[in-house]
């Protein structure tokens, strides 16, 4: 499958050929800190797959295990758009779900770190929704 990417502000975009079968759903501690949201949804792509255009920032994340991981954003909006291995030339870019244009054809496979992952988000079905933002943050009618 085709997809396109970018930033919130477009300095960064992408195309990629991926494989849909692979989006992955992260619960880790570290994802929900760096996507400000209870899981990140990434989609695994060998990088030779990946056309980038524009020049992302890269922040070098160390995990616990010791593993260095490569977060790229945009520089000017700070949208978070793929990690990469932190040492030598990326094989594989996560490319992060919420920048991809066809986000809503791409369906989760898999859900990892399941033992950190929010208690509420199995109920978030029986939460009202709007199908725009209330006047208020806290109406709901």
């Not at 991981?69 to 996560?94: D, Y």
Request: charged fraction near 15%; aromatic fraction near 6%.
């Amino acid at each position: 499958m085709q997809v396109t990417g970018k930033c919130y502000c477009g300095a960064v975009s992408f195309k990629a050929s991926v494989d849909p079968t692979r989006l992955v759903v992260c619960h880790c501690t570290d994802c929900q800190v760096f996507s400000g949201a209870p899981f990140r949804a990434v989609l695994p792509t060998p990088a030779s797959d990946v056309e980038v255009t524009g020049q992302a920032n890269q922040y070098i994340k160390v995990a616990e295990s010791g593993n260095r991981r490569i977060q790229a954003f945009c520089g000017q909006c700070g949208s978070h758009l793929w990690a990469s291995e932190g040492v030598g030339e990326p094989k594989t870019m996560n490319l992060r779900l919420g920048c991809i244009e066809e986000r809503d054809q791409l369906v989760p496979t898999l859900q990892i770190w399941g033992h950190s992952a929010v208690p509420w988000l199995g109920q978030l079905s029986t939460v009202p929704v709007h199908s725009k933002g209330p006047s208020s943050p806290l109406k709901t009618d």
